[in-house]
């Protein structure tokens, strides 16, 4: 069993910064599985916002994101980062780690590629 705990989130004036972690433990959990951050604004449905290959040779960003939000792992913590910088009112979800249903899953923002979940962190930004 994998469990992902994410942590980090808060409220923000537009324009200001967070980071986000997702601490993952169990058996079962290595570093050879890709990471990715996901986000769920009211009434809309989950959507991919960035992820991580195993080694980090590869990352991926929504293009809602791109240049702003930049992700990381450390292997040797079992923890992922989701640095959001120049933050919207938009930006306003629950952020959610997720791991994929196989270590062979690359890096992709399908959200069915991904069955482990952790229990979400809120991000409010203010305008």
């Known amino acids: 069993q994998v469990q992902l705990v994410e942590s980090g989130g808060g409220l923000v004036q537009a324009g200001g910064s967070l980071r986000l972690s997702c601490a993952a433990s169990?058996?079962?959990?290595?570093?050879?599985?890709?990471m990715g951050w996901f986000r769920q604004a009211p009434g809309k449905e989950r959507e991919g916002v960035s992820c991580?290959?195993?080694?980090?040779?590869?990352?991926y960003y929504a293009d809602s994101v791109k240049g702003r939000f930049t992700i990381s792992r450390d292997n040797a913590k079992n923890t992922v980062y989701l640095q959001m910088n120049s933050l919207k009112p938009e930006d306003t979800a629950v952020y959610y780690c997720?791991?994929?249903?196989?270590?062979?899953?690359?890096?992709?923002?399908?959200?069915?590629?991904?069955?482990?979940w952790g229990q979400g962190t809120q991000v409010t930004v203010s305008s």
């Open positions: 997720g791991a994929p249903i196989a270590r062979s899953v690359g890096c992709g923002l399908r959200v069915r590629w991904y069955d482990k």
């Open positions: 169990g058996r079962t959990f290595s570093s050879s599985y890709t």
């Open positions: 991580i290959s195993s080694s980090a040779g590869t990352t």
